[in-house]
Nanobody, 121 residues
Framework: HVQLVESGGRPVQPGGSLRLSCVAS????????MAWFRQVPGKEREAVAA???????SYADPVKGRFTISKDNANNTVNLMMNSLKPEDTAMYYC????????????????WGQGTQVTVS
């Protein structure tokens, strides 16, 4: 099974930038979609950005124009570049992977990382 390890989360001031990285233990097979989710205590986990096997990206409305998801296939890595950060971006950010299904619900992904905390204040 593929394992995912996230990194890059830390405290940052509003307006700042962070780059989160998700490294897969091995190169995922074709047809695999990767996604970033985030969750705050007491709320449901929500999709932030996703990228399919063809490199086509999708973004949640709150982060459009500020976040960019990208793949580095040579290093089995998916990155999330976050700019113009806001306090409401504060959350635990999770990387996820599974076969592409065309939807980005948490239930659509079976492989998860342990999360990395982003705090904007």
């Amino acid at each position: 099974h593929v394992q995912l390890v996230e990194s890059g989360g830390r405290p940052v001031q509003p307006g700042g930038s962070l780059r989160l990285s998700c490294v897969a233990s091995r190169n995922p097979r074709g047809g695999i979609c990767m996604a970033w989710f985030r969750q705050v205590p007491g709320k449901e986990r929500e999709a932030v950005a996703a990228i399919d096997s063809d490199g086509i990206a999708s973004y949640a409305d709150p982060v459009k124009g500020r976040f960019t998801i990208s793949k580095d296939n040579a290093n089995n890595t998916v990155n999330l570049m976050m700019n113009s950060l806001k306090p409401e971006d504060t959350a635990m950010y999770y990387c996820a992977a599974d076969f592409c299904r065309g939807t980005w619900r948490p239930a659509d992904f079976r492989i998860w990382g342990q999360g990395t905390q982003v705090t904007v204040s």
